[in-house]
Structure formats: structure tokens, C-alpha cells
């Protein structure tokens, strides 16, 4: 599988692990039934630059690729899918939309913080009756003097309750459909600006998604993301890299469920040797492996594509699609070779079974993704 891979690709990958077993793994169990933020491992992620691997070294991140970007998210999620989680949302679609949208004075006010893992970053964009239709966003902004004030309730905020930086998808102009969008930055701390209770999440549980509310909150002008009615066009571009990080989470977690299942398979007995050497199970196994296989060759070409500068949507979208189908099907299949221990927490087969079935909502749903691939192909 690294046949084109570089020794640069191979040497983040093995840094990335050995950080991840020593640090993440020994802990995951933990965090995820506390539900909670490893904020001192976290703190270290920020210090070896985790939180800034695309964002270019003048504005302080590693300045690496997005295929080293994908082989980190997938190496952490590996470990503890709520970190992978909180880093590629943190990327993908806060830092990475004001790394081509924004002001330069945005872009230096704003990245280094969050490349350095100082501040971390929210994409608001959710709200209760606007989900895959991201045009029916009901939150408003309105113009006053040099600010915009400011009403909105987004849920299911991925980072919201740790997020320094949140980029809000607001109506600046509520009579012009989708084209009255826009994307303006809000900071924890504002006046009126409120985080809501943390979600008792069924998986990702060491992640804080909550809501954020914003009730008259003043936002400055200048905290206008590109410009007024581009909101959907800068949520769309987001979205395009941000499912190339679900898409490496997604693979991260299979792999891990797929190392459980081929270890306890060489260890468990019955009938008198390793369920291993029953066919029933290498059938298992051998579907496991290829489908990893064939999910991680689709999220790295979308990875070289975005990298070569080439039309990555339809890539990226079939990555994300193929990829989290994936994960739950290998999850699935991990816990059944466990059989009743699967189910159980003694092994950590249940905590990947639980978190990879959200990778087929967010960043878009299986159903969306779909969607996005008919219409890519029909329209040639």
C-alpha cells in the first residue's frame, strides 16, 4: 500500500504513530467513556505543529501536503477518533477557509494562533432546522454602523465546546436566498456569545460538540470572511478538503477495529485451535483487508489531486462516501469475530463500532455524498 508513497509520507507516518501510541492510546479508553478533552495531550499535538500540517510556515504550521495531512489524521483517529475528529474540523473547515478567503490581516490575526494549537477551531454551520439543506440557515446578522449584530443557534458544533474561533454562517441579507449568505468570524468571549451544553454523544466521545448561540452578539465588520453573499460558495470549498480529513478518520478507525480483529482472532480459540483458522473468519478478514485497501487508495488520490492543484470535489466526495460505508462495515465485522466480548468494553472493538457510524452524517451525509457524485458524472 506505500508503493508511491515518500520517505518523507513514510517518516510522518511513523512519527505520527509512535507519538500516538505513547501518548493517545493508553488513554482513549478513558476520555471516551468520561467524555472528555485530553487538554494536556492536546497541548503537546500543538507543540509538534498537529493542529497547523497544511497551513504554510509563514503563517506558523509545518507547510506539509494534504496527503501528510491525511496519513496524521488517519494515524490519530487510529488511536482516538475524537482528536482525528477535532483536527481535521479544526483545519478543514475553519483554518483552511480563512487560509483562501480571508484578509491578510484576518490571516495573520488568526492562523498562526490556530496553527499552533493555542486556539482551536469551529465550523458553524448546523442549525436545527438546517442540516444538509445549508441554505435554510435561519441565522441572522444585521448591518449597524461598523459592526454586524448578530442572532444564531447552530447544534452539533464538532470543537464547539473548546472552540476559540468560530466561522458563522449567518443571512446578511435575508431576501436574497442563497445568495445572502455570508461567513463571519465570532470569538469565545464576545459579548452574547454562548456555548451550550456539551452532547452526550453515542461515539467521538472525547470531542465537546455542542451548540453556540449567539444572541445580539456585536461582530465586527471586518470579521466578514471574503464577502458578503459568498457563504455557501466558502462552506462548499471547505467542505471539499474537509471530507478529505473524514475520509482519513474514517480509515484510521477501520484500520484500528481491523488490527483488534485479526489480534484476537490469532489469540481466541475454538474447536480446539484459533478461530483464525476458521474459514468463516479469513473470509472476514480477507474482506476487511481489501476494502481498507481499496478506501485508503481512494482517500489518497484525493489527497494528490488537491495537491496537484487538479478538481478534487468528486474525489473527495467519493473518498468521504466509500470510506465511511467502510468503517462501519469493518467495526461491524470486528465486533462479530469478538463475538460477546465484542460487545462489551473490555475491548475496543465497541468504542470503534460507536464512532465510526458518524462519519456517514457528518461533513455531509452518505446520501449527500451520492447526491454530489450523480451530479458530477452526469454532467459531463
Known amino acids: 500500500m506505500d508503493f508511491f508513497l515518500s520517505g518523507k509520507n513514510r517518516a510522518v507516518r511513523r512519527s505520527t504513530r509512535s507519538f500516538c501510541e505513547r501518548e493517545l492510546m493508553p488513554i482513549a479508553r478513558d476520555i471516551d467513556q468520561e467524555a472528555r478533552f485530553p487538554w494536556d495531550v492536546v497541548e503537546k499535538m500543538g507543540k509538534l505543529g498537529y493542529f497547523g500540517v497544511q497551513v504554510p510556515r509563514e503563517f506558523g504550521g509545518a507547510g506539509m501536503d494534504a496527503l501528510n495531512y491525511a496519513i496524521v489524521i488517519e494515524e490519530i483517529s487510529r488511536s482516538c477518533a475524537g482528536l482525528g475528529l477535532c483536527l481535521t474540523v479544526h483545519y478543514g473547515v475553519a483554518v483552511y477557509p480563512l487560509l483562501v478567503f480571508g484578509s491578510e490581516e484576518q490571516k495573520k490575526k488568526w492562523v498562526p494562533p490556530l496553527a499552533r494549537g ?118 462548499l470549498t471547505a467542505l471539499d478538503t474537509g471530507r478529505i480529513g473524514i475520509a482519513a478518520q474514517a480509515l484510521g478507525i477501520a484500520q484500528a477495529a481491523f488490527e483488534e480483529a485479526v489480534r484476537y482472532a490469532k489469540e481466541r480459540r475454538q474447536f480446539g485451535v484459533a478461530i483464525s483458522k476458521h474459514q468463516a473468519v479469513q473470509m472476514m478478514i480477507a474482506d476487511m483487508a481489501t476494502q481498507i485497501d ?61 464512532d465510526a457510524r458518524v462519519t456517514r452524517i457528518y461533513e455531509g451525509t452518505s446520501e449527500i455524498h451520492r447526491m454530489v457524485i450523480a451530479r458530477g458524472v452526469l454532467s459531463h
Not at 470535489?313 to 468503517?327: C, D, N, P, T
Not at 468494553?345 to 470503534?352: D, T, W
Open 118 to 235: 493555542e486556539k482551536i477551531g469551529a465550523f458553524c454551520l448546523t442549525e436545527p432546522n438546517a442540516g444538509s439543506d445549508a441554505a435554510g440557515i435561519e441565522a441572522t446578522a444585521i448591518r449597524d454602523g461598523d459592526h454586524y449584530v448578530v442572532n444564531a443557534n447552530k447544534v452539533f458544533v464538532t470543537n464547539g465546546g473548546v472552540a476559540d474561533i468560530c466561522l458563522i454562517f449567518v443571512r446578511t441579507d435575508p431576501g436574497a436566498g442563497r445568495k445572502g449568505i455570508s461567513v463571519l468570524v465570532a470569538e469565545r468571549g464576545t459579548p452574547g456569545f454562548v456555548v451550550g451544553d456539551i452532547e452526550d454523544l453515542c461515539g467521538m466521545r472525547a470531542n465537546p460538540v455542542s451548540s453556540i448561540r449567539l444572541y445580539d452578539c456585536r461582530v465586527p465588520v471586518k470579521n466578514l470572511v471574503g464577502k458578503e453573499g459568498m457563504g455557501l460558495r466558502i462552506g
Open 294 to 354: 481499496a478506501a485508503r487508495l481512494m482517500v489518497y488520490r484525493a489527497a494528490i489531486l488537491s495537491d496537484r492543484g487538479e478538481p478534487f470535489s468528486q474525489a473527495s466526495a467519493m473518498a468521504k462516501l466509500f470510506a465511511s460505508e467502510m468503517a462501519c462495515k469493518i467495526t461491524d465485522m470486528a465486533v462479530q469475530i469478538h463475538g460477546g466480548y465484542g460487545y462489551t468494553k473490555s475491548y475496543p472493538v465497541e468504542r470503534y463500532y460507536r
